[in-house]
């Protein structure tokens, strides 16, 4: 073990640097501890969002109108004691939707 404290990473903000440097053993180790599981975890989350997004590709439906962006959900809105299905998608700030039939396609 050298005498010299070890250099940061060039990319480590220096405002957590400083903390670092100020920080006792026990709250370093505590910190690595959190750090290593709080990487995991976002891993873990980078992850599993691309399984979701290669699911919802492989789940499109067939009757999937061609002005229906893919993105599009089946939302089910209740008029007036009836039952419609529509696609439904966000367009930036706005959620558009389209009419796509009755739930009960005897109505």
Request: proline share 10%.
């Amino acid at each position: 073990m050298s005498d010299e404290p070890p250099s940061p990473p060039g990319n480590l903000p220096m405002d957590i640097v400083d903390a670092l440097n100020e920080a006792t053993p026990e709250e370093l180790r505590d910190v690595a501890r959190y750090a290593d599981a709080l990487a995991e975890h976002k891993e873990r989350e980078v992850r599993l969002e691309e399984e979701t997004d290669d699911a919802d590709v492989e789940k499109q439906p067939d009757d999937l109108p061609d002005d229906v962006p893919s993105k599009a959900t089946i939302t089910i809105k209740e008029i007036n004691d009836n039952r419609y299905y529509y696609w439904q998608w966000r367009e930036g700030e706005t959620v558009t939707s389209k009419y796509k039939g009755p739930v009960n396609p005897d109505e």
